[in-house]
């Protein structure tokens, strides 16, 4: 009886412990959009370029996730609803490392902007990025704390990423018809605005995914309409 | 005896029909991202939307590869490296069922560009399309062969796939600079490159955990630096 407390309390630190470096790396990538983004506004190219070095830790990281999941998976053998959360931890990592890639790229499209004359005063981009940085925060503790209606907050706010989406291209077609020496710049911004809404739809996944580990079969059907 | 080989041949027999479905999966992947560049090329509206209505297929066939994989995992309980087998088995399924996704969105973009009349010849898209579709393909080869260098020629793809992307960028950069009433159509094509090149990505992921599966340690020490 002892020893199976012992087994039981080590498995649920193991747990604990996996959930703890995916809010660690998920923390990392909040960090790099929001410095990717800020390096834009403020014109700083050497944030930018911090934020392509960190993409090597959060790579590290994601072999450690994985490796820890892998490793539970062997070790303790789990089943049902425990063997679904480590299979979806690993996705969730795997997302997570995307959402990093993605803030490199975001860092890229910034340090080529940051070689001509800004373009106009950014309202939309910054407030597109809030939102994706709360999405994804929001994603990660509806996984860690397995709260469904987090997970629907985070599917609800697509919506609004959307919206801010079209409202950015509209005002960059706007700049490109009116001044075509405007063009490679509003590209790259409207590249951003896309990076963001990917980032984004990386946070929808984790939702969707916590919304089908959470209620199983029901959602999961809804999930194929 | 006679048990272990009967437990042993089951469980190849469930390996194999899992790597036949992830197959499967791939095979209409590769159909919706060449039927969504075929319907932009012919202006075939009726072929862009069946792409949209394979999406329901894909997701479908998501979750049934994640069920068969877990259903493996809660009834053989594998160690070493048919564990990491099965969990990456999931990875790439999650990567196809992006694929999927991005098929979509280039059938999206293709019904736009078909209400206005074509901007040019597209020449170097299908070059890229069918470089992609190639990757795809041997990405999933690579996978359930277990294909290293075959792994390996995909990744190497990628860089032809930067090039034809940064070509396709600047003939359309200068088609807009030339006619700003081309701005809208350009971009539209500019993203529908973008999207050939997210799923060039997808499948150089799928090579590198390829690599990484077979090769183990050393090439996940490469892939952090």
Sequence with gaps: MRTNEHIVKRYDEELAEL?????AMGGIVEKMIADAMRALIDGNGDLARSVIQY????NRKELSVDSMAVNILAKRQPVARDLRLLTMAMKVNTDLER???TAVNISERSLELLEEPPLKPYVDLPRMSALTQTMVKQA?????EGNVKLAQTVIASDDEIDALYQQI????LTH???DAKTITR??????????????ADHATNIAEM?????EGEDVRHLDSR
């Design 186 to 199: 509003a590209i790259r911004l409207l590249f951003i605005a896309k990076y963001l809404e990917r980032i």
């Design 176 to 178: 490109m018809m009116g």
């Design 99 to 101: 959402i990093g890639d």
């Design 19 to 23: 959930k703890k470096e995916i809010l």
């Design 169 to 172: 291209f509209r005002e960059l």
């Design 140 to 144: 990660l503790d509806s996984f860690v």
């Design 210 to 214: 916590v919304t089908y580990l959470i």
């Design 55 to 58: 993409d090597r830790e959060v």
